[in-house]
């Protein structure tokens, strides 16, 4: 279990990615971080704020060559997934693959590394 209120807070801008369903993504990682952001919700009777916990995706300069050099991933079973994912096994120069199965916060994802994207 990841201790929420020990985690440090990942410093602002956000770079929040959303997955959308059935459509892979791909991410040539350089390193990560777990922290938590600061998010300000915006469906009817959101608290103003809320704090949750992210990894911080740093990818590779050529597939991201805008600033930030990153992305936060922040649905709550992802984060979990990619946390011991990339705790115990980070391969240098694959690819990290993403796919999100269906909208909503019922969503599902397959995680996997690749040599490169097809």
């Known amino acids: 279990m990841i201790d929420m209120e020990n985690a440090k807070t990942l410093p602002p801008p956000y770079e929040i990615y959303d997955f959308e369903p059935r ?4 991410f040539k990682v350089t390193k990560w971080e777990l922290g938590k952001v600061t998010i300000h919700p915006r469906w009817a009777g959101a ?21 930030p050099p990153y992305y936060d991933i922040t649905p709550k079973r992802l984060v979990y997934q990619l946390a011991g994912m990339l705790a115990t096994n980070f391969p240098r120069g694959m690819w990290l693959r ?21």
Do not use: C, M, N
């Open 23 to 26: 459509k892979p993504v791909y």
């Open 98 to 118: 993403i796919e999100r199965d269906i909208p909503g916060p019922k969503a599902h994802f397959s995680v996997s590394w690749v040599e490169a994207p097809p």
């Open 47 to 67: 608290p103003a704020y809320k704090e949750i916990l992210a990894i911080r995706l740093y990818v590779d300069p050529e597939t991201k060559p805008y600033f």
